[in-house]
């Protein structure tokens, strides 16, 4: 299971599909990116059943191809990094390098908007929700040990997994993240990818103790599921 791979804990998870963003971004007009209320970012929900990247917008061969769903059951999104209003836009990738952007056909996505980012200050071990630039939630957070930091950078919520027990490692709700651990390439039959979750050890929160994963408290990360769509941008800094 992808998301257990710097997870503190050993739960199976269960997979939901997370509903999509709530407003359908206009198709463009011109060669220019129609503007963006502030705050607000474009997700690409793949559109068939596999998506193809490209290296650039004028690339004539993929250079790799994304499965929809994804390997846990849910729905292929991508966060937008750029958008010139042209065939192709450019997406964050959830695959190692951390970071990592490719093309996609316009065509074979729909586009939504998404009002929410979210910012974990690791030093200050807290987590601020916004929504159109405005906190609507804050809270303090676990991260990553020393010896297994959180990765630091620009991300974006690739899937949801609602937990088979609510008590358990991940409490009720775990995302996992497009970023990858810097320091496991694998764990627990996984990848490395970052999780953000609840948890069974609520003493933890505040510290650095996780293998990378961001925990939250339980009622915090049931809060949290209730307003963010896949694809919500996540910036991690120091």
Same mark, same amino acid.
């Given at each position: ?118 910012? %974990? !200050?690791? #030093?200050?071990? +807290? =987590? ?5 630039? @405005?906190?609507?939630?804050?809270? *303090? ?67 650095? %103790? !996780?293998? #990378?994963?961001? +925990? =939250? ?5 049931? @809060?949290?599921?209730?307003?963010? *769509? ?9």
């Amino acid at each position: 299971m992808a998301l257990g791979a710097v997870a503190c804990g050993a739960d199976a998870p269960e997979k939901r599909a997370q509903p999509p963003a709530r407003v359908t971004a206009p198709a463009p007009t011109s060669t220019s990116a129609p503007v963006l209320p502030a705050g607000t970012v474009y997700v690409a929900h793949a559109a068939g059943p596999k998506l193809d990247v490209y290296a650039s917008p004028t690339a004539t061969t993929p250079e790799r191809a994304l499965a929809n769903p994804i390997e846990t059951g849910g729905p292929l999104v991508l966060l937008v990094e750029a958008d010139d209003g042209g065939p192709r836009v450019q997406v964050q990738l959830p695959a190692r390098p951390n970071g990592s952007r490719g093309w996609v056909d316009r065509g074979a996505v729909q586009l939504l908007t998404n009002p929410y980012r979210i910012e %974990v !200050s690791v #030093g200050a071990r +807290r =987590l601020r929700l916004l929504e159109a630039n @405005k906190e609507i939630l804050a809270t *303090p957070v676990a991260v990553g040990a020393p010896a297994t930091p959180t990765p630091l950078g620009h991300f974006y919520l690739t899937e949801l997994l609602i937990q088979p027990n609510p008590g358990g490692a991940y409490g009720p709700f775990a995302y996992g993240l497009s970023a990858h651990s810097n320091v496991l390439t694998d764990f627990n039959g996984g990848s490395g990818q970052v999780g953000m979750h609840g948890t069974n050890v609520p003493s933890s929160i505040g510290r650095a %103790v !996780s293998h #990378g994963c961001i +925990r =939250l408290p339980n009622d915090v990360i049931t @809060k949290v599921r209730a307003y963010l *769509p896949l694809g919500t941008p996540i910036d991690v800094v120091a």
